[in-house]
């Protein structure tokens, strides 16, 4: 699996922005997606994943109630809708998948196999 993500740049506090990670390879559909961020000095954390049917979401405790995680497996496809961004949301931001057939959504980078480029995101206060 090859992840692309985009989506990023520059956006005032409380703005909005949509990320979007579009995958190739066979087996897109089975896998558990998530996106991870990553601010300088800090250690690469988990935003939100979900599942490969999309009937499972997980989101990390900062970002709860303003983000939102989906996919199109048609389009092979997941997007990050971030709501009401703060100074603090500002991090290189990832796409990444778990192997293909795993169900389970866990938060560690550890458990995914696959991996995009990211795409910067920046919140102006």
């Known amino acids: 699996v090859q992840l692309q993500a985009s989506g990023g740049g520059l956006v005032q506090a409380g703005g909005s922005l949509r990320l979007s990670c579009t995958a190739s390879g066979r087996t897109f559909s089975r896998n558990v997606m998530g996106w991870f961020r990553q601010a300088p000095g800090k250690e690469r954390e988990i935003v939100a994943a979900?599942?490969?049917?999309?009937?499972?979401?997980y989101y990390g405790e900062s970002v709860k109630g303003r983000f939102t995680i989906s996919r199109d497996n048609a389009q092979n496809t997941v997007y990050l809708q971030m709501n009401s961004l703060k100074p603090e949301d500002t991090a290189v931001y990832y796409c990444?998948?778990?192997?293909?057939?795993?169900?389970?959504?866990?938060?560690?980078?550890?458990?995914?196999?696959?991996w995009g480029q990211g795409t910067q995101v920046t919140v102006s206060s």
């Open positions: 990444a998948a778990r192997p293909p057939g795993t169900v389970t959504i866990l938060s560690s980078p550890a458990m995914y196999s696959y």
């Open positions: 979900i599942t490969w049917s999309g009937g499972s979401t």
